[in-house]
């Protein structure tokens, strides 16, 4: 008797299906739920993922969809693509999953100059770091409070940091963010070897590393992969390694074969309400609202193109 | 060049290897890292975890131990400890992986009366809702601050949300938290279907279910379960499920087969100077210090008894 009820009851937190942001819902209306009203939004509240902005990282188990952040750093970006197009992490791996941390995947022999591989003619070998965006930039703002950046909110899609003093807005280190893994030198990373957050947000790394774009489908595939033994999660066994088949920019594969995704804007109605349904919930469930959301528990929903 | 000195620069923020809380360090001093701090710490800063309450759940690929807490839930944990010497989870399943959410264990078939597993002697068929606990208690507090409560801190070595004016404290949805599941009825849990959050923490259920205790070493065991493919996580294919060899409370196992661990206190200095050093790191690769720390960012460290 517990199960399916437990199930059904907590099923309104649904990871990939809810939301949450700045302007109150309006009041004195019925109650719905984040998913009554995602369902009820309506086309215009949806954006097309961007073929030429988005990464398929085909595994042997399936696809994960990444969307790029050009916004946020364009220059790695712009690597990224070159790197995708030259087949670079073809035949490469995930070589690294650490618990409640990353997965970080590329070339495993990065670090010996002999065994390295080639990166794809037009690579750029050195790069500024790309750590916050500064200027303006259209943001989305959450109203609740968070203890890591003066202000938190959606950019471009993303769930960011901001910070009005200094105008710099950053990509936040929610689960499925993609960053660029480097050195101890801030323009130590070009793109190559990449990692994307598995577990509780390691936000103090926000605005410490260059963050090019975030997972949008696919995340149980990287989420799932068995922890490295050795330390900070990384295989020895190249055999323990998770092969990738191939990395390609959505816009290089043949329109058949692509994952047509549209996502919730973030400045939709749709999505302020839904946010507000989570921040408050009413249900049989939950017997007291939250008054709260934390930035990294916003689902971002995603659907399939009609 | 890119892998190792990434992860080296990385290796302070292991989840399992470090900390954090209220006090300030002392000034003036000269900084040290989380790890070398932990490593420094006196034995007298480090408790034992007590078999009498500890669980050892056993699965085909190793232990997962955790630490029950009754303090919090007296009744549930007095009710888990009878199932588990009644042998209740031997071969039942974990029956449901939700990505970014939680794992689910216990008897598949609770909710069908024919299948049903029997519970073992004793074992009480109703309790009481035992969601925050009241009145006074040891509460190390943590200075940062928080959404989802007026106070964030530690009690009996358990990251929790404090209310002051209300006088409770209730055990976090922090990574790693054990929960027992339930239907609608706040009373409809009496722990032997039970819950490990495996993700972003989901702090929106806290104060809303009954929270058992926490996984002190091989959360890698659950966290990397393959998701359910069917909705909400479930397998509906019972070859898919992942077996439970065994839970058995750690007195009941002999001593020899014991894994004898103990857990830094959240009320020594080794544990409020390790914190403070994660909310401000000073090394080679952080460049900005955060100036913060989230509850749930907090780890608890475990070590080897001697």
Not at 18 to 38: M, N, V
Not at 129 to 154: C, H, I, N, S
Not at 227 to 240: I, K, W
Request: glycine share 8%; aromatic share 8%.
């Amino acid at each position: 008797m517990r199960r399916l009820p437990l199930a059904l009851a907590l099923s309104a937190l649904l990871p990939f299906v809810a939301l949450a942001q700045a302007e109150p819902a309006a009041k004195g209306t019925k109650y719905r739920s984040a998913k009554e009203i995602i369902d009820a939004a309506p086309d215009s509240a949806w954006r097309d993922l961007d073929p030429a902005n988005t990464l398929y990282m085909e595994l042997p188990a399936g696809r994960v969809v990444i969307e790029l952040a050009p916004g946020f750093a364009p220059e790695h970006v712009a690597n990224i693509k070159t790197m995708a197009k030259g087949g670079f992490w073809d035949g490469t791996s995930i070589y690294r999953a650490q618990d409640n941390f990353v997965v970080q995947f590329g070339d495993v022999d990065a670090d010996d100059a002999a065994k390295a591989k080639k990166h794809p003619a037009g690579t750029k070998e050195k790069l500024p770091a790309e750590f916050t965006r500064k200027g303006p930039a259209r943001f989305d703002r959450l109203k609740d409070k968070d203890g890591w950046a003066p202000q938190v909110g959606f950019t471009d899609g993303f769930a960011v940091g901001h910070d009005p003093a200094k105008k710099e807005t950053w990509i936040a280190h929610c689960y499925g963010a993609l960053g660029a893994g480097r050195n101890n030198a801030p323009d130590s990373s070009i793109g190559a070897e990449l990692y994307v957050v598995i577990g509780q947000a390691p936000r103090a790394l926000d605005k410490q590393l260059t963050m090019v774009g975030r997972v949008v489908q696919g995340m149980s595939l990287l989420s799932a992969t068995p922890r490295g033994p050795e330390p900070m999660g990384f295989y020895e066994d190249p055999a323990q390694r998770a092969p990738i088949t191939a990395i390609r920019l959505a816009s290089d594969v043949p329109a058949a074969e692509r994952t047509n995704l549209q996502i919730l804007r973030t400045d939709s109605q749709a999505f302020i309400d839904a946010t507000e349904a989570r921040r408050n919930r009413k249900d049989d469930f939950y017997t007291i609202p939250a008054g709260h959301i934390d930035l990294c528990n916003v689902p971002l929903p995603v659907r399939t193109k009609k």
